[in-house]
């Protein structure tokens, strides 16, 4: 089958991958090609890219055949690049595929594919990996651009598609209360390649890099630094951790890229006078990242609002003990006193109990981890994920479609 996906990003190789988003469609799309599949993906050239030295790249063939677009912006707001180039690729190319998957329904490139798709009558589904109902960020002028986006062409694009595939049932019940029909609804959760967890390093380097001892009880937040994330609520919870509950060596870090909230809550852990408890790091990646999950004694997801996490995926296969939200499709992916424990949005009362729960009994802790990465390996994996991706496909793919996927299946 021939499958175009549309994103906003798409790394060069998997050790650069900016954010949870583009992590999914990496793997999806590498799964998808191993099974045979012909991959195409069209990106804009971000700064990411640039640090890669493939800015004068405009294409780019990867391992499994997977053929990649990236198309220079001529004007950028934010993560909002204008990419015209996509337009003569469209007119040229967009008649060879018998689906396309669209990432992000606010891209520009998502844009103009959609009216091809449209016009040419190709099959398309949109997947906005939560977005599409989150909180309205602070800045008057994305919020601005953001609503007017989605009252004209996001929503225009959501609803010409043929399925929206949604991460989860909170999700999916938030399309159903704006009018969206149960049968144009999938449910598919995200998965992960486990296979990148089996090698796992050695305890010891990443405190040993930032200078935490071994005695000292680490908790990591690892992830965006955005207001949605509820990473105020876990610096008012550590706090009172460390000031109160006789945690006083304990440590938190908070590493992540800033999405305008980094100045905010630098004055929150000022105010709390937290600055030697709590480091704040920039964005790590690949092996750095693995050795955080390793040295911690507890990830904690404290997000305000959430349709699903691949950092508390990634946390659970590492075997780490994880807190999260009961909110929406964090609760889904947690046991709760299980695998995991759930505490109630925003509330600091809860999150301090459950930490000092975890710190408290670390054997206890250790064996809700060992639990988690059991459940996570057996029902979130990237092959369990790309069958049920491979039958949406069939199920509003062409009849030549259908065709292709099932002698691929036979093949296997």
């Known amino acids: 089958m021939n499958v175009l996906h ?13 954010d949870g988003v583009t992590s999914v469609l990496y793997n999806m799309t590498h799964e998808l090609a191993k099974r045979g599949h012909h ?8 700064s990411v890219f640039d640090a890669e030295r493939i800015s004068s790249l405009r294409r780019m063939m990867l391992e499994n055949g997977i053929e990649v677009y990236y198309f220079p912006y001529s004007i950028r707001f934010a ?22 998957h669209i990432h992000d329904a606010r891209a520009f490139q998502s844009m103009i594919v959609a009216f091809f798709a449209w016009l040419f009558r190709i099959p398309y ?8 109902f989150s909180p309205l960020p602070k800045s008057t002028i994305v919020r601005l651009l953001r609503s007017f986006l989605d009252m004209t062409i996001s929503r225009r694009i959501v609803e010409n598609c043929s399925r929206i595939l949604v991460l989860s049932v909170t999700e999916a019940e938030e399309y159903l209360d ?28 990443f405190r040993e890099r930032h200078n935490i001892a071994a005695h000292n009880q ?4 690892l992830g965006r630094i955005h207001e949605i994330k509820g990473i105020d609520v876990l610096v008012r919870a550590f706090a009172r951790l460390v000031k109160h509950m006789r945690y ?21 852990i000022k105010e709390l006078e937290m600055e030697k408890q709590i480091l704040i790091l920039s964005p790590i990646y690949a092996r750095d990242k693995l050795e955080a999950y390793v040295d911690s004694d507890i990830c904690i997801i404290p997000s305000i609002y959430e349709t699903f996490s691949m950092v508390l995926l990634e946390a659970c296969v590492c075997g780490r003990p994880v807190i999260a939200s009961r909110v929406g499709g964090l609760k889904d992916l947690v046991l709760n ?3 995991g424990l759930l505490v109630e949005p925003g509330n600091v009362v809860q999150l301090v109990n459950s930490m000092v729960f975890m710190l408290d009994d670390p054997n206890r802790a250790k064996a809700m981890g060992l639990r988690g990465r059991e459940y996570v390996c057996k029902n979130f994996s990237i092959e369990r994920a790309v069958d049920e991706i491979v039958t949406l496909y069939a199920s509003i793919g062409s009849k030549r479609a259908r065709a292709e996927i099932g002698s691929l299946r036979k093949c296997q």
């Open 125 to 132: 589904v949109v997947q906005p990996h939560g977005a599409f």
């Open 39 to 46: 991959i195409t993906v069209c990106v804009s050239l971000t």
């Open 337 to 339: 006193n299980d695998t």
């Open 218 to 221: 680490l908790v990591l937040c």
């Open 79 to 100: 993560n909002f690049c204008i990419t015209p180039r996509i337009v003569s690729f469209c007119l040229r190319e967009i008649r060879k595929f018998n689906l396309i």
């Open 178 to 205: 704006h009018g969206v029909k149960a049968e144009r609804i999938t449910v598919i959760r995200n998965g992960i390649d486990v296979t990148e967890y089996e090698n796992l390093p050695k305890r010891g380097r």
């Open 6 to 18: 549309v994103s906003y990003a798409f790394p060069v190789r998997r050790e650069v991958i900016p």
């Open 248 to 268: 006083i060596g304990a440590m938190l870090a908070i590493v992540g890229p800033d999405h305008g909230y980094l100045i905010t809550l630098k004055a929150l």
